[in-house]
């Protein structure tokens, strides 16, 4: 089994930062992609940021130039940076990552951690 736990989340003024931490845990082969969605208030999940093991990242046009995802690939972590917060980046923010396991590492699992609440005061 694989599990993904975010931390980080909180409540910040608007123009602050907090940075997320996304932990991957159990039988883990090896993760290429890793993503950060979020879940705004009456709207549908939505990815926020996307990373491959190499390196290679991509954003949603809303946050390109404040947030930035990085990686610690031998401790299976992911990190979202973000800068210059504003009320409509408040959602709950979701890990998720294509696990290959050590069990079945031909067929990657798609896991998501339990979210952690981020709120931006105007």
């Known amino acids: 089994q694989v599990q993904l736990v975010e931390s980080g989340g909180g409540l910040v003024q608007a123009g602050g930062s907090l940075r997320l931490s996304c932990a991957a845990s159990g039988s883990i082969f090896n993760i290429n992609v890793m993503n950060w969605y979020r879940q705004r208030p009456g709207k549908q999940r939505e990815q926020v940021a996307h990373s491959t093991s190499g390196g290679y990242t991509t954003y949603a046009a809303s946050v390109k130039g404040r947030f930035t995802i990085s990686r610690d690939n031998d401790k299976n972590m992911v990190f979202l940076q973000m800068n210059n917060l504003e009320p409509a980046d408040t959602a709950v923010y979701y890990c998720?990552?294509?696990?290959?396991?050590?069990?079945?590492?031909?067929?990657?699992?798609?896991?998501w951690g339990g979210g952690t609440q981020v709120t931006v005061s105007s």
């Open positions: 998720n990552a294509a696990v290959q396991t050590v069990e079945a590492p031909w067929a990657p699992v798609d896991a």
